[in-house]
C-alpha cells in the first residue's frame, strides 16, 4: 500500500519560515494536499493540488511538489499557525494520509 | 455555507457493529462535483481515511478496513452512513465525515467530529 511519511515535529522562530516535508513514491506525479489541525478543532484544508491556497488561507501558507516529496512552507509563522499538519494524496482511487508533524512555534 | 454534522451512539460494544449517519446541510448531497468522506482519528494519533461515496453511490473503501466497512448514502434526506462492524477497542476514534471536491481538490468541508468508544 502507497505510504506517505512526515517528520514527526517540526520547530520555527515567530517571523521565519517553516518548512514542512511529505515523501512518498513518485509523489510529484500525484496530487498533495495540506491540511492543519489545531488541538479539539477538526482539520482545515490549506493547500490542494500541490500549490493552491482555498478562500480564506493566509498567503504565508505555499505549497509545492517534485521528485517523491511535497512541501508545506509557512513564510513569516505565527504563533497562531502552532498546529499538527497533515499530507494527503491519492493512489488510484484511495485516499492516503501523512502520520502528520507537529509544528511548533517557538 | 455549507455544513455537515455527524450523529450516532457515542458508545459501541466489542464485536458489535458501529453506525454513523453525516448530515449535510446548505447543499446538496446530489452535486456530481463531490465525494463525501468518512475519517477517523484515534485519540493522540493521525487520520486515517475510512472511505468514500458518490451521489450515484460508487464507493471507495479503505483496504485495510475494507472487509468491514459499508458506506451508503440517501440523497433523499440529504445523508450519508458509516457501518463498521466487529469493532474492537482499536477502532475507538473521533470519526469526521468530510466532502471532497472533485480534481483533486481534498476535503474541504468537515463535520466536527464524533467520538465513538469501543468498551464493554
Known amino acids: 500500500s502507497y505510504e506517505l511519511t512526515q517528520p514527526p515535529s517540526v520547530s520555527v522562530s515567530p517571523g521565519q519560515t517553516a518548512s514542512i516535508t511529505c515523501s512518498g513514491d513518485k509523489l510529484g506525479d500525484k496530487y498533495a494536499c495540506w491540511y492543519q489541525q489545531k488541538p479539539g478543532q477538526s482539520p482545515v484544508l490549506v493547500i490542494y493540488?500541490?500549490?493552491k491556497r482555498p478562500s480564506g488561507i493566509p498567503e504565508r501558507f505555499s505549497g509545492s511538489n517534485s521528485g517523491n516529496t511535497a512541501t508545506l512552507t509557512i513564510s513569516g509563522t505565527q504563533a497562531m499557525d502552532e498546529a499538527d499538519y497533515y499530507c494527503q494524496a491519492w493512489d488510484s482511487t484511495t485516499v492516503v494520509f501523512g502520520g502528520g508533524t507537529k509544528l511548533t512555534v517557538l | 455555507q455549507l455544513q455537515l454534522q455527524e450523529s450516532g451512539p457515542g458508545l459501541v460494544k466489542p464485536s458489535e457493529t458501529l453506525s454513523l449517519t453525516c448530515t449535510v446541510s446548505?447543499?446538496?448531497?446530489?452535486?456530481?462535483?463531490?465525494?463525501w468522506g468518512w475519517i477517523r482519528q484515534p485519540p493522540g494519533k493521525g487520520l486515517e481515511w475510512i472511505g468514500s461515496?458518490?451521489?450515484?453511490?460508487?464507493?471507495y473503501y479503505n483496504p485495510s478496513l475494507k472487509s468491514r466497512v459499508i458506506i451508503s448514502i440517501d440523497t433523499s434526506k440529504n445523508q450519508f452512513s458509516l457501518k463498521l462492524s466487529s469493532v474492537t477497542a482499536a477502532d475507538t476514534a473521533v470519526y469526521y465525515c468530510?466532502?471532497?471536491?472533485?480534481?483533486?481538490?481534498?476535503?474541504?468541508?468537515w463535520g466536527q467530529g464524533t467520538l465513538v468508544t469501543v468498551s464493554s
Open positions: 493540488q500541490n500549490t
Open positions: 468530510a466532502r471532497n471536491t472533485n480534481g483533486y481538490v481534498g476535503f474541504d468541508y
Open positions: 461515496i458518490y451521489y450515484s453511490g460508487s464507493t
Open positions: 446548505g447543499g446538496s448531497i446530489s452535486s456530481s462535483n463531490h465525494y
